[in-house]
């Protein structure tokens, strides 16, 4: 009889645990409306762009930022929180770089340049020469040594206007700012000056990295960027004449390595501990702006995705860390390092989601996994309906998740409208001014839903 009651008892407890339990919707119901209402991303990002600023690596900028995140972390009650060290690159840029256009002797216009991440100084006179125009590598192989030789190489391919999709846009012209030094030199160029990656005219130039390869020090030659409008004006004064010159200073300069550090915290999992699953962006930044949508945004967004676990009171099975890597910008050593670190330990990753297209409003996702987990995820796409979330597509994840991916595991990297993104990418307007409070929290909020879908339901 005592059995009989006890077993009553339990069916009982059982309807009415079933009929109190959150469906999906109700949850990622809960998530959003936490987000866009007693969200932290906003402050947290507040505080990085405007009392640290620019988070260049190396900088005391990015030890700034550090230690910021790593106590703020340590505020939500997570499992643990801890540094990860890591050697990363230290350039400066120095003082502020000068150009101005010659068209004929004693007749000048300045323009508006910045130095490539990476790139030496001129000399402290600087360098004037006469430039030639080229919109990729084969034009400048066309020219050839007797062509080039002494001359400063203007590449002016644009960002192609007409792709919906702004990455593929940038993804079609970014070679020739990276790797724009090495092809010029082989030609015995004395310097280079690069259309800034941005599809609309302005003033701003955008700065980023570029590579000398194996190139010995002494053929290094230096690199610049140069504002859009400028570039247009730059491209019309040389159709006129080929004799236009360019001046441009720079005293930008490479250190030693020093020694930085990954931030990571984690909620362990109640069922899974030793399944992990990522959220992530990167901590460090370029230092003409204070990098809010390029990763201050990212970064913000992934320490809220575990604050609206533990505030919405999900338990994940896995366990969840946030990973904000050191260098993405110039080097991916903080993602390499944690990579390493997790491969010698054996640590199975079975999911990873990076945000680091600015904080705009979030479309979705994109995915580097197979069929049977993206048509999981297809699966989900009632649940996002009502917050427009509607892109899923298998086209990749993000440069710091990247070095974790294995034959089984997924990697997503979030998704946000990109039209406006690369109006601020790496330019001195990548400002805190830039940044809308609802945009960024319903990508925290979005980012949240998915890691909450993928702890739920697993791998497949």
Known sequence: MKNLTLLCLLIIASIVFKSHAQTDDEVLKTIYTSSLTEGESYNWLNYLSNQIGSRLSGSLGAERAVQYTKEELEQLGLSKVWLQPVMVPKWIRGAKEYAYIETVPGKTSTVNICALGGSVATSPLGIKAQLVEVHNFEELEALGKEQIEGKIVFYNRPMQADLINTFQAYGGCVNQRYKGAVEAAKYGAVGVVVRSMNLRLDDLPHTGSMTYDDLPVAQRIPSVAI??????????????????????????????????????????????????????????????????????????????????????????????????????????????????????????????????????????????????????????????????????????????????????????????????????????????????????????????????????????
Not at 258 to 283: A, D, K, R
Not at 325 to 348: C, H, S, T
Request: glycine share 8%; proline share 3%; aromatic share 10%.
């Open 227 to 460: 504002s859009t409008n400028d570039a247009e004006t730059l491209s019309t004064m040389l159709k006129l004449s080929k004799d236009v010159k360019l001046y441009f200073k720079t005293s930008c300069k490479q250190l030693n390595d020093v020694q930085s550090y990954n931030v990571i915290g984690e909620i362990t999992g109640s069922e899974f501990p030793n399944e992990y699953m990522v959220v992530g962006g990167h901590l460090d930044s370029w230092d003409l702006g204070d990098g809010s949508h390029d990763d201050g945004a990212g970064v913000v967004q992934s320490m809220e995705v575990l604050r609206l676990l533990k505030k919405t009171g999900i338990k994940p099975k896995h366990s969840i860390r946030v990973v904000l890597f050191m260098n993405e910008e110039n080097g991916l050593r903080g993602a390499n390092k944690y990579a390493d670190v997790a491969k010698q330990k054996g640590e199975n990753h079975v999911f990873a989601l990076e945000s680091d297209s600015g904080g705009f409003t979030p479309r979705g996702f994109r995915f580097d996994c197979d069929e049977a987990n993206f048509n999981q995820v297809l699966s989900w796409k009632e649940l996002f309906k009502p917050y427009l979330i509607h892109y899923f597509e298998k086209e990749g994840s993000g440069a710091d998740v990247g070095p974790l991916k294995t034959d089984k595991n997924v990697l997503a990297g979030l998704h946000p409208d990109s039209q406006r993104y690369f109006d601020h990418h790496h330019a001195s307007n990548d400002t805190f001014d830039a940044i809308n409070k609802r945009e960024l929290e319903l990508g925290a909020a979005t980012m949240t839903a998915l890691v909450y879908l993928f702890d739920k339901y697993g791998i497949k």
